[in-house]
């Protein structure tokens, strides 16, 4: 039997490294860049042009904006992009080497912790339930590993916070400081860290406090140190009266999440269920067997508990906090819309921590009959897991659709048209795949409706509402898509 196992785990690691491959070579090479990721991009190539830390501004009036409030994605992921692209890397695949690199630290992260808390097998479900989530469907998507965004990177850095914590609390602030960096919405992450010191403390009563609060002053400074460096250098940039307005712009983007939508509880709940790759009732049952195997391993360790337990259950506090924290904030957010890539940041960060921390609950359990059953558990829980990565593999196997060939294809002669014709500008209309196409022709990229868009070419995938100047369109699509085509200024 032991044998077997070893002979199904090694089989079952090599099918999950394939996977990963899989889905990370179609993120980094295949998949279409999305209108965030170009977006985001702008900041990269803006500061490589000698324009400062400044995106393109097409949210924010369309002039190029420096600290631009609405790119969400921060220097923790745009700077590393700059670095690789002023080696003459290609703009797209160089730029996405860096969010898949962060996705094998956060891989290479869970493997760590799934190891110290439940041994190989806990190891391989933490890795293996990254891969059974996806955030491709619906209008703002993690299309994969390597989109330019900042929720994977952000993630990866929690995880290796939760690595280092029992040994190197400092380091492991400064680590949720550049998540926050990496993407805002990790601020959520902080109740989490903050617990995680708590469990940490020693003593009892006011002692623990006093133990707690004197572990915590150091870590929570480097917290926030990323974030004070990143805001002195917006006070330098803009003196005084300009940072006050820049914070205040930032405070209404926080607050607002940048969206305005009308959507309940139940939507959320029913999108979070759909995002695993499987039905959504599949989805629930793997979630009840997670949730019911750590609150039982738990509540063993508590009553009878060994000099390990102490670790684990600090994992498993943390991790649950953490996942609650952000699902719950973003399925209570009414005003924002069904986007699972909200709260993605936490799930990917802390349910894989669980699903660990469900495998150690599976070897705590002291009675034969209870023991069993718990196995029993995990196996569904792991073979659920296994069957929504495969799901997922297939997928991205089976995806159609534009890709980014069909996109530079597209662009190649609109590009051409805007050197002709020295318009560094272009203005996309609507909101959209436009977006995409104008920023891999290599001019800014405004939007139509910005007054200081007022007379400049529309680049669009709909008809031209004046003369057509240049058109551009993949063969490879021809039949089944109209191409882009750029419009004369009103």
């Not at 996942?323 to 699972?340: D, G, K």
Request: glycine share 8%.
């Amino acid at each position: 039997m032991t044998r077997a196992r070893t002979v199904l785990f090694w089989a079952l690691a090599a099918a999950l490294v394939i996977g990963h491959a899989i889905v990370a070579w179609h993120s980094l090479v295949v998949w279409r860049v999305w209108e965030d990721e170009a977006f985001n991009l702008t900041v990269p190539r803006n500061l490589l042009a000698g324009l400062g830390y400044a995106s393109d501004g097409a949210l924010s009036g369309s002039t190029i904006t420096l600290f631009d409030a609405r790119i969400s994605t921060g220097p923790a992921v745009l700077l590393p992009i700059a670095a690789v692209l002023a080696t003459g890397a290609d703009p797209v695949v160089g730029a996405r080497l860096v969010p898949l690199a962060y996705w094998v630290l956060l891989l290479a992260g869970l493997a760590v912790l799934g190891r110290r808390i439940g041994g190989r097998w806990a190891a391989l479900l933490a890795v293996a339930l990254p891969l059974a989530f996806t955030a491709a469907a619906n209008q703002s998507p993690i299309q994969g590993p390597a989109d330019i965004l900042g929720e994977i990177p952000a993630a990866a850095l929690l995880v290796w916070a939760l690595v280092v914590l029992p040994r190197r609390a400092w380091l492991a602030g400064l680590l949720v400081g550049l998540a926050v960096q990496a993407k805002l919405i990790a601020l959520l992450a902080l109740p989490a860290f903050a617990v995680a010191l708590w469990v940490l403390a020693d003593g009892q009563g006011w002692a623990r406090v006093r133990n707690a609060l004197r572990r915590s002053w150091l870590p929570l400074a480097f917290v926030a140190l990323p974030t004070f460096l990143f805001e002195l250098a917006a006070l330098f940039t803009f003196g005084i009266g300009g940072f006050i307005e820049h914070l205040r712009e930032l405070a209404r983007f926080v607050r607002s999440g940048g969206q305005v939508a009308a959507t309940t509880v139940p939507e959320k709940l029913t999108t979070l269920a759909g995002s695993w790759s499987l039905p959504g009732f599949v989805a629930a049952l793997a979630l009840v067997l997670l949730a019911g195997l750590v609150v039982t391993g738990v509540v063993v360790a508590r009553r009878d508990p060994r000099p390990a337990d102490r670790l684990v259950r600090m994992y498993a506090t943390t991790a649950a906090v953490g996942a609650l924290t952000f699902v719950l904030w973003w399925s209570t957010a009414s005003h924002l819309p069904l986007w699972i890539r909200h709260p993605a940041v936490g799930i990917l960060a802390f349910v894989p921590v669980l699903a660990a921390v469900a495998i150690w609950a599976v070897q705590r359990m002291p009675e034969r009959t209870t023991a069993r059953i718990a196995a029993a558990a995990g196996a569904a829980l792991l073979a659920i897991v296994t069957v929504g990565g495969a799901m997922h593999v297939t997928t991205t196997l089976q995806a159609g659709g534009e890709t980014l060939d069909d996109q530079r294809a597209a662009a190649a002669p609109l590009a051409e048209w805007a050197t002709e014709n020295d318009e560094d500008w272009l203005a996309a209309e609507p909101w959209g795949s436009a977006m995409s196409i104008i920023v891999l022709t290599g001019a800014h990229a405004g939007l139509f409706d910005a007054p200081s868009m007022q007379d400049t070419p529309r680049l669009t995938a709909g008809e031209c509402s004046t003369e057509t100047v240049a058109e551009g369109v993949s063969p490879a699509l021809a039949q089944s898509h109209n191409g882009y085509r750029i419009c004369a200024a009103p």
